[in-house]
Structures are given as structure tokens and as C-alpha cells.
């Protein structure tokens, strides 16, 4: 292979080159943590996955929890509105040849209207939410790219990204000592798979996913999707897969620990009616539901 001919001596990096691969994330990867402190890059791949949860995600995260615990306790407020409003619809309904259909549009914009003065209010428009979530999505991305640009010598093959694939050739550890080759013994792939889907059985608990047949079929197509992407990441860098098992096991400690009514009030999230009093327990037995479930279908099945 070319990078087993090539040593750091042979090739001093220019600060164009430096310049031309610092475009993306790979430049807090491996210059803000890692050799600075004498890392291996096993090690400054956790780490800085773990940094940029708790600095960025994790405040991110609990935000959200503040937002729509917000409109969950704004749920009784919106039910006396509405009935407000419905009362004085059938008030001028019985003054007024007022159709069905204009009074549903009548109702529906005063309510929406009543909603949005809450919302404001309380500072947890729905939307805020979603822009948490927008914010969030391109730093992961960011990580996942510059990782693989690392693995693979791109954007294009200089002095920079050799001198890089050569360091992760021989940075990681145990079974994975190349980080750039793929898990032959599939435990990266395997635990990125489990914890994706023990992040959604906790999700299901923590946002008191309502049970419909929307979400059923959603959660089920999530849960299928993970399982044929479990092969699919057996044959990436480890140094990718250690990345994101990284972060799959910090969410899930992370949600783990916003069950807890005691953490989430030391972050000043408020009280609702929905929150779970003994959320461990719920998960507990949620996990034992679903095992008994799948043994009963096997029995069926011999």
C-alpha cells in the first residue's frame, strides 16, 4: 500500500495543504484534542464525540425537554379556550345563520390564533423544536464527513490527509487497531444497531409517543431500517463506526438519565401530568412486554 511506503518525514505539510483539508470538522477532530494531549485517535475520536454531546447536544437536548414540557402543561389552558370559543360559536350560531362549515373555519382560526398568543407566551412554539433539531443534525453530519474524508484521503490525496490515514492505520485499539478498516468481528456494527434501538424504546417513554397507527408503522420501519443498516455499516471505517457508537451510547445514557423525574427537575424542567414517577420500572417492564411477546410469537410459530 502507498501509505506503509510513506513516513511524516518524507512529506512536511505546507500551510496551503493545511489550509485546503481544514475546510470541515476533521480540524477540532485532530487538531483541538487530540495530539495535543498525546491521544491516540481511538481515544480523540471518543472524546471529542463526548465534548460535542455535553457542549453542544446535551444543552440542545434538555432545551427541547423545557419546550415541550411547556405545551404539555399548556394542554388544559388550550381545552378551556376551546371551549370558550365554542360556546360563543353557538351563541351567535342561534343569533345567526351561521353553516357548519363557516363555523369550523371560525373555530379553527380563533383557536389557532389563541394557540400561537400561548405559545408566545411561554416561549414553546412548536417550532423551536424543530430548529433544535435542524441545529443538531449538521454538526453530526459534519463529524461523520470529516471522519470519513480522514479514512479515505479526501477531498483529495496531499501531504495533509496522507499524514492522517497514516496516524489512523495504526491509532486504534484491541480488535480494531486500524481505524481506517472495517470491523471484521462486527461488534461496532452490532452495538451501533442495539443502541439505535434501545434510543427509540426510551424515546417511545421520554416524549410519550402517543400509540396510533402512524407511529406504530414509523417505529416498525425505524426498527427494520436499523436492522438492514447493521450489515451495511460492517463495512465502513471503524474509525466512522467507533464515532457514531460513540454518540448512540451517550444519547441513550443521556435519555436514560431525563427519565429520571430527580435529573429533570436539577435541570429545571417542569413538572407535567404525563411524566412517569418510576420511569425505570416502565421501562423495565416495557422491555419484558416485549420479550414475552416475541417468545409467544415463536411458540406460535413452532
Known amino acids: 500500500m502507498l501509505i506503509n511506503r510513506i513516513t511524516p518525514s518524507h512529506y512536511p505539510i505546507t500551510v496551503n495543504n493545511i489550509r485546503q483539508y481544514s475546510n470541515s470538522a476533521s480540524t477540532i477532530v485532530k487538531n483541538t484534542i487530540t495530539y495535543n494531549d498525546g491521544l491516540p485517535w481511538w481515544a480523540s475520536i471518543v472524546l471529542t464525540a463526548v465534548i460535542t454531546r455535553t457542549m453542544i447536544h446535551l444543552p440542545l437536548t434538555i432545551l427541547d425537554h423545557h419546550t415541550r414540557a411547556k405545551r404539555e402543561n399548556l394542554k388544559d389552558e388550550l381545552m378551556e379556550v376551546a371551549k370558550r370559543i365554542k360556546m360563543e360559536l353557538q351563541m351567535q350560531a342561534a343569533t345567526t345563520e351561521m353553516t357548519p362549515s363557516r363555523a369550523r373555519f371560525i373555530f379553527t382560526l380563533f383557536m389557532t390564533k389563541e394557540q400561537k398568543e400561548l405559545y ?7 417550532l423551536k423544536s424543530l430548529v433544535i433539531t435542524l441545529i443538531q443534525a449538521p454538526i453530526w453530519v459534519s463529524f461523520s464527513v470529516a471522519m470519513r474524508n480522514m479514512c479515505y484521503m479526501l477531498p483529495q490525496i496531499n501531504n495533509a490527509t496522507i499524514l492522517d490515514c497514516k496516524e489512523l492505520s495504526y491509532g486504534g485499539f484491541g480488535w480494531i487497531e486500524n481505524l481506517i478498516d ?19 424504546e426510551i424515546n417511545k417513554i421520554s416524549y410519550n409517543v402517543p400509540r396510533s397507527k402512524f407511529t406504530i408503522i414509523f417505529t416498525n420501519f425505524c426498527r427494520v431500517l436499523i436492522v438492514v443498516l447493521v450489515p451495511v455499516t460492517a463495512f465502513i471505517p471503524t474509525g466512522l463506526s467507533l464515532f457514531w457508537v460513540t454518540n448512540n451510547c451517550y444519547i441513550l445514557l443521556q435519555n436514560l438519565l431525563l427519565l429520571s423525574p430527580k435529573i429533570r427537575r436539577l435541570a429545571r424542567i417542569p413538572k407535567t401530568d404525563i411524566e412517569i414517577q418510576q420511569p425505570y420500572t416502565a421501562l423495565y417492564n416495557q422491555v419484558l412486554g416485549k420479550a414475552y411477546s416475541m417468545k409467544s410469537v415463536a411458540r406460535g410459530q413452532n
Do not use: F, K, Q, T
Request: net charge negative; proline share 8%; charged share 15%.
Open 182 to 200: 472495517m470491523d471484521h468481528y462486527l461488534v461496532l456494527p452490532i452495538l451501533l444497531g442495539l443502541s439505535s434501538l434501545a434510543i427509540i
Open 120 to 126: 408566545e407566551r411561554e416561549n414553546c412554539h412548536p
